[in-house]
Every structure is written in structure tokens, then in C-alpha cells.
């Protein structure tokens, strides 16, 4: 069953929109403020969320960077968005956001149902997980390359990155596309620094999430690091990059 979000403050409008959009495969829920949201986002993975920028406790736009920062796990799910008239972003700035499609008030709530299905059709965008070019990279350091099977174990660490699973001493862990790339992209170039603006430019093209900059990496080698402990072997260089620390180098600081 495919979950949608609708996050919009006119209960009325939001009472048509989750009627037009529900139906044997797909049910449709509402709510009214970012708070709600939030709330929701935490207990339930949704395939769509539509999101209107002017709700009574802020600004849509900041729920749509925690969803693409992966602070939720429907994080990489096509976001349309309502807005008015007078603030419709362009076509550069809605691909900078991650946002899939934008919608203006008034609209046809028939018009909103040919936008969500047109995503459902289109599905998951397929990710290229090619590992950045030693050109891009400084230093050296064996380099295991996981083109086939996709399976890396490290210590108490198995990444299965066909199956999108990942494990730290036998516990599942969940990763949000970002960390995701991030991981791959780490693990593949094994002890090698990978500078800031080619890992930038990386994660764009793998994620779609062309609104990723070098403060947003930061957070997300944060995050990552976190959920996988993994501190001593995600390593930053200041001023420089980030890398996958080889097991000589694991128990350095950094």
C-alpha cells in the first residue's frame, strides 16, 4: 500500500486532496502543521509528500531539508510542493531544494492526482554508484573495489549495498540515501581523502539532491558516523575531506 503525505493547513483542501488521492493501492493522509509532521515522519515511511510552503508553525521549506538530510526516513520520496503565486520557485530552484514537482494555488485537485501518479510511474531513480576517480582523491591507500558481489565486511561491520542492508555486529541499521552514497563512495576508496567538493559533486549525481553543499556533507558524515559507530574509522581532514580509515590508521584522532 502506498502512503502519501499531505501537509496542509486548509483542512478543507486537504480533505479533497486525500479523497482524490486514495484509492485500492494508495491511502492518503493530512496534516495541518510542521509539528504533526514531524510526529508522523517519525512513526511512518510515506512514498510522496506533499507539502505547502505558508503552514501556521513555519516554513515548509525547512521540513523539506530535514526530510533530504535524512533526519526522517522517507527522505528520498518525490516532495511536490504547493505554493502561491507570487513565490513559485523556478525550475533551478526547485532542483536545488529536491523538490520534485510544484503546484500553484488554486489548482484542480485533478491536476495534483496526474502530478502523483506521474511520479509513482516514474519510481525510484536509479542510483550510479561509481566510485569517485583516483584523480579526484588524495593519497593512497589499498583500494577494494565492491563492483559484483556489493558486499563489504569490515571488523563487525557488512555492508550489502544491492540490498540497501547494512549491519554493525548483527544489528540492521537504517541509512538515508545520502549516507548511503556517502558510505559507498568511503568504503570503495579505503583509505584515501576524498576532497569536499568532489564528494559534493558526487553525492548530487547519485542522490538527485542537487541542493547538497559542504555544510549539509558535514552533518551528514555526522549522522552516518553516529548510526554506525563508527568514528574510528570515519575520519575527517580538516580543510581537506573525509575517508574510510585503513585499520593501521583507525585508532589515529581525527
Known amino acids: 500500500m502506498n502512503k502519501i503525505l499531505i501537509i496542509e493547513s486548509d483542512f478543507q483542501l486537504a480533505e479533497r486532496m486525500c479523497k482524490a488521492l486514495t ?47 535524512g533526519l526522517y526516513e522517507s527522505n528520498d520520496v518525490p516532495i511536490i510542493l504547493i505554493v502561491s503565486n507570487d513565490r513559485k520557485p523556478d525550475a533551478t530552484e526547485l532542483g536545488e531544494l529536491g523538490v520534485t514537482d510544484c503546484i500553484t494555488k488554486p489548482f484542480s485537485v485533478s491536476v495534483l492526482k496526474a502530478k502523483v501518479w506521474t511520479q509513482f510511474k516514474r519510481g525510484k531513480r536509479n542510483s550510479s554508484f561509481r566510485a569517485i576517480s583516483r584523480f579526484e582523491a588524495i593519497g593512497a591507500g589499498s583500494r577494494k573495489s565492491i563492483i559484483g558481489e556489493h558486499i563489504v565486511e569490515i571488523d563487525a561491520y557488512v555492508f550489502d549495498f544491492d540490498h540497501e542492508e547494512y549491519f554493525v555486529a548483527g544489528e540492521m541499521v537504517q541509512l538515508s540515501r545520502l549516507e548511503q552514497c556517502l558510505l559507498r563512495n568511503l568504503v570503495e576508496n579505503k583509505g584515501i581523502v576524498l576532497k569536499k567538493r568532489a564528494l559534493v559533486d558526487k553525492l548530487r549525481l547519485e542522490s538527485g539532491m542537487m541542493h547538497i553543499d559542504e555544510s549539509m556533507l558535514a552533518e551528514v558524515v555526522h549522522m552516518l558516523s553516529n548510526k554506525l559507530d563508527a568514528r574510528n574509522y570515519i575520519k575527517t581532514v580538516y580543510g581537506i575531506g573525509y575517508l574510510w580509515a585503513l585499520a593501521e590508521d583507525k585508532n589515529k584522532s581525527g
Do not use: K, M, V
Open 23 to 69: 484509492d485500492n493501492e494508495t491511502h492518503a493522509f493530512s496534516c495541518g502543521t510542521l509539528e504533526a509532521a514531524a510526529a508522523l515522519l517519525e512513526n511512518e515511511q510515506y512514498q510522496q509528500i506533499i507539502i505547502d510552503t505558508e503552514l501556521p508553525d513555519g516554513d515548509g521549506y525547512d521540513l523539506i531539508y530535514e526530510l533530504r538530510i
